[in-house]
């Protein structure tokens, strides 16, 4: 793939997965990135903006390069809605994978998600690589757990979804930024 362009194209609802598409942008070769921008045209939780050298914003809904970075956020275990449509029209592209998801934080969980999500994206187009973090959740969510956990019939797992939400608060970190800008270096070096 090296030479040829490519397109960073995401959706985030908290800013994880705008932060996640940044760090593929930082990765990548400058000159060659045609697009970089949400799923729906606007920042998608991502206040630095489209700025940038070599990526640009299109009237195009769909970035014509033929390899295509797609960010997504989890909603109820596969990628949400907007991402769904996209990947539903793409063909004959080289797609890397790359989400967020508030859940989780263990790998055969974040497994399930990618293949949830790859099902949806036809048979013309190769997926070349995917990476899947865990991702800060708003405090509200937290609030809503405590609620629930002073009812007096509340989950039995409630103390982990706490607990979850707390280690999800430093996520995306170093280290997930760090192996994403990795894997996205490689995949557009094959």
Known sequence: MSGKGYSIVFSSRTGNTAELA????????????????????????????????G?????SAIPASETLFVGFWTNQGVADRETQQLLGQLRNRNIFLFGTAGFGGSEAYFQAILDKTKALIGDSNTVIGTFMCQGKMPHSVRERYVKMKEQPDHMPNIDAMIENFDKALSHPDATDLKKLANLASEAIEQ
Do not use: W
Not at 36 to 44: C, E, H, I, L, R
Not at 55 to 59: A, D, G, L, V
């Open 55 to 59: 990526c640009s914003r299109t009237s």
């Open 22 to 53: 940044e760090a593929v942008r930082e990765a990548l070769p400058e000159g060659t990135c045609e697009y970089f921008g949400s799923v729906n045209g606007d920042d998608g939780g991502n206040d630095r903006g489209y700025a940038g050298v």
